[in-house]
């Protein structure tokens, strides 16, 4: 049986290996791969989010809803599609005010104690009132840029920061996450609710009109069944309730142009994904328009990120010619909507 060493050397040979290939044959051989026993940790690997990271994701959701007017409370329930590899969006959340943290996920990635690492750097950060982090730090899916990175103090006031990093509150915080760990959500009559579950399908899995806001960052472009996740969004959420996504219409580097997934058929794409659970959907922007407004929701802020590089439209696969010049060169959006 090879050592952890041993299959960490194993999987560094092939990824340098892999690393001479064009960016769409990468992506064939790890869909092939994901059909062998024992490699799928090495084809869907996910990256390990720092608390700065969180922190940043987490105050230009929030201050972005405060100036499109969407939010004028900080939230007491959140649900967060997708937390992958970490719940610090989530308790940058609880550090703010949120109570209740709902995080549900396609697959079960993260561990106790790199989420207790998370909380206490956290604490640290907004008891400094640090800024907030920007520039080459990050990478694009860090969005959207802000007037100003200072700590959004018009939000957060003193008194509202005192309550919320009461140290009693920390405690509770950190007494919730253990027991997530330990295989039990129920809150023990404390105000601090936090609720895990991956994968998820079933959008019974919450009740209905049950929480005030819903958040992800760049998860809906590889969600399989976009309008269930839609229809989940609108049962969960209350009326009046808030929502609010960063959506990434990139290839993720699965192809040399940015936005070449749009050229692979749907052969090639099939072999790209092969056995894994998820890669990308493949809906531009305009889908996810069209989705919020079917779905009842209000549309309060929407912001596009053009790229006009990568293929042209002589390059769409079939199923893609028709799309519009607006979708082919929309490489990302921030999507904010009010359930009506």
């Known amino acids: 049986m090879p050592t ?34 024992g490699v799928y940790s090495f084809v869907d690997q996910t990256r390990s989010a720092s608390a700065r990271f969180c922190y940043t994701v987490w ?74 982090p920007h520039g080459s730090e990050f990478s694009t899916e860090v969005r959207p840029p802000l007037e100003s990175y200072e700590f959004p103090s018009h939000i957060l006031d003193d008194d509202h920061l005192k309550k919320a990093l009461d140290p009693e509150r920390i405690r509770l915080i950190r007494k919730a996450l253990e027991r997530v760990f330990a295989g039990n959500s129920h809150p023990d009559d404390s105000p601090i609710e936090f609720f895990y579950m991956a994968p998820w399908q079933d959008h019974q899995v919450l009740p209905e009109g049950f929480v005030d806001m819903i958040l992800s960052n ?60 998820y890669l990308l959907n493949r809906a531009p922007y305009s889908s996810h328009v069209k989705l919020l407004k ?14 006009r590089s990568g293929i042209t439209r002589k390059d769409l696969a079939d199923e893609f010619k028709n799309m519009s010049e607006e979708d082919l060169y929309t490489s990302g959006a921030i999507l904010q909507a009010v359930k009506k």
């Not at 079960?108 to 640290?124: A, G, H």
Request: glycine share 8%; proline share 3%; aromatic share 12%.
């Open 59 to 132: 105050l230009r959701h929030l201050v972005t809803a405060w100036e499109c007017g969407g939010l004028r409370t900080c939230p007491n329930s959140l649900l967060e599609l997708g937390p992958g590899s970490s719940f610090g969006v989530g308790l940058a959340a609880m550090l703010s005010g949120t109570n209740k943290y709902y995080a549900l996920d396609a697959i079960k990635f993260t561990d106790l104690k790199m989420n207790l690492d998370t909380l206490d750097e956290l604490v640290r950060l907004f008891s400094e009132r640090a800024a907030i």
């Open 218 to 277: 760049t998860v809906l472009q590889c969600v399989e069944n976009l309008e269930h996740v839609y229809e989940s969004f609108s049962y969960w959420l209350k009326d009046n309730g808030f929502m609010t996504h960063n959506i990434d219409f990139s290839s993720y580097g699965a192809t040399q142009e940015w936005n070449g997934h749009w050229a692979c058929s749907k052969i090639e794409w099939s072999l790209m994904k092969g056995k894994r659970l």
């Open 4 to 37: 952890q060493s041993e299959l960490k050397k194993v999987v560094n040979y092939f990824r340098q290996k892999m690393s001479l290939l064009p960016p769409n044959y990468q992506t064939i051989v790890k869909g092939l791969l994901s059909y062998m026993p």
């Open 294 to 307: 079917n779905k009842g929701f209000e549309i309060v802020c929407d912001v596009k990120f053009e790229n």
